[in-house]
């Protein structure tokens, strides 16, 4: 019994040798650097500012802050809309006056067209306060406001 822990133990120290012995080897082959394979400060950066998810949150939220400051200008702007419509009427209502001759009272197709346009004439600084949170929120001055 005593023979055969030797020999288990001695299988167990040699199989323990060769394993670092080969993480080693390849630990040193991957110390070898290439020259052709080196990155240059522009590259690396752009690596990271493109692969690093706190940079891409950190952007997305420039972008949201930059559309609240167009939201906020919309103000500014006026509301434009236009409607069409169409109705056909039948039977169409006729009216039939003795001596006075036979009267149709609306035409069988009825087309409807309207433009309308909402401006702000003034809305006591409602919207140049909204524009100024919202670029004070975005931690930018801008004087387009």
């Not at 822990?5 to 290439?34: D, K, M, P, V």
């Not at 009272?105 to 306060?129: C, Q």
């Amino acid at each position: 019994m005593n023979h055969k822990n030797i020999i288990f133990w001695f299988l167990c120290i040699s199989f323990i040798g060769l394993e670092f012995h080969s993480t080693a080897q390849t630990q040193q082959e991957g110390a070898q650097l290439n020259v052709n394979d080196s990155l240059t400060l522009p590259q690396i950066l752009k690596q990271v500012l493109g692969s690093y998810p706190s940079i891409a949150r950190a952007q997305e939220a420039i972008q949201a802050a930059e559309g609240g400051i167009g939201l906020a200008k919309a103000g500014y702007y006026p509301n434009i809309s236009a409607d069409a419509g169409y109705t056909r009427i039948g039977p169409v209502p006729e009216l039939t006056i003795p001596n006075l001759g036979h009267f149709v009272m609306a035409p069988n197709d009825n087309y409807d067209a309207s433009i309308t346009v909402h401006e702000n004439i003034y809305d006591f600084d409602k919207t140049k306060t909204k524009c100024s949170i919202r670029t004070i929120e975005q931690g930018t001055i801008s004087e387009e406001c």
